[in-house]
């Protein structure tokens, strides 16, 4: 799947170990965990390379249920850990592979739950849901 820059993530590497990568994103405190997928080079040496330095990459989750919600502003949960509740608005959806792309503090890929669809939503609206454990980030090149 080709990426933009409306989709792609902008980060701090802080640390790296076990598949996970640890992020921080600039001029928040939020500190992220996200999954490494097993053939991402940064699992392994490649992530001493970019630790403490800007990185970019798609963060995609798989959300258990989509509310649209009427107030509040955009958020992940825990500031620090692994997300596990999220509010954000619509970018754009993606109805061949049933994904939302909403702005979550950050980009994020959202796989709609089954007994959803992303044809449900529309760019704008504001949603909130929880997340599966597993949400991934994939480097991407610049």
Sequence with gaps: ???TESDTARVV???CADGRIIVSIPHTQYEIELNLLPND???NDGANAVLGTHITGVVHARALKMHRATGGGVYI???Q???RSVQGRILATDVVNNKVLAHVVIPMWVSVPQGQ???DFST???VNFYVESGTSFTPTAG
């Design 41 to 43: 080079p940064l699992r």
């Design 117 to 119: 669809a992303a044809s």
């Design 1 to 3: 799947m080709q990426h």
């Design 124 to 126: 704008g609206e504001l």
């Design 77 to 79: 949960e825990p500031v």
């Design 81 to 83: 850990g692994r997300p």
């Design 13 to 15: 590497a802080s640390s």
